[in-house]
């Protein structure tokens, strides 16, 4: 379940990440160089989730962490689709959202692998756990991509990523 949790939130950041300066500028209508700002933000907003992620494991249920973490990326993608969103600064929500969620990504593995499997043989477990979101990152941009030159832009892409955040929310919830 953790690494099929892995796989889904891997594949949406990805997904999103490698598509998100081509995003703001095809369907939200920001320049190269907004669009670049966007992007930067979330970066320096995933500062917030690495630490508080790491802190909240320490002193949380491991799945209600988990289960927040997508919930936060599928409600900052939901924004993007629902508010319209036209300028740079309406894309602050989106970015401390999806920028906290990804951060917080960052500390899960370990933590939550060792919680799970204990630290006698993390280094292997680690490497298994990371098969599925490691194959899960390279096709989500490629999905993506494939879906927006069907489409002409990215809509239906952002709705399925809300999907799978969002199936990741009872997924996560179901691990033991």
């Not at 209508?29 to 907004?34: E, M």
Request: aromatic fraction near 10%; hydrophobic fraction near 60%.
């Amino acid at each position: 379940l953790f690494t099929s949790y892995l796989s889904g939130t891997f594949a949406v950041n990805s997904a999103m990440q490698g598509h998100m300066i081509p995003y703001f500028q095809q369907d939200i209508g920001l320049s190269a160089a907004w669009a670049a700002v966007v992007m930067s933000m979330v970066f320096v907003l995933s500062g917030i989730g690495r630490i508080g992620g790491g802190y909240l494991l320490d002193r949380m249920d491991y799945r209600l962490v988990l289960a927040a973490v997508a919930a936060m990326m599928a409600l900052a993608l939901l924004y993007l689709e629902m508010m319209h969103v036209k300028t740079v600064w309406a894309t602050f929500r989106f970015a401390l959202g999806f920028g906290v969620g990804f951060g917080c990504l960052v500390p899960m593995r370990g933590t939550v692998g060792s919680i799970m499997f204990g630290t006698r043989a993390i280094g292997k477990i680690l490497g298994l756990l990371q098969g599925g979101p490691i194959a899960a990152g390279v096709v989500g941009p490629l999905v993506m991509g494939v879906i927006f030159d069907l489409n002409g832009n990215y809509s239906v892409a952002i709705w399925g990523l809300i999907a799978i955040s969002a199936l990741m929310v009872p997924l996560s919830l179901a691990m033991a």
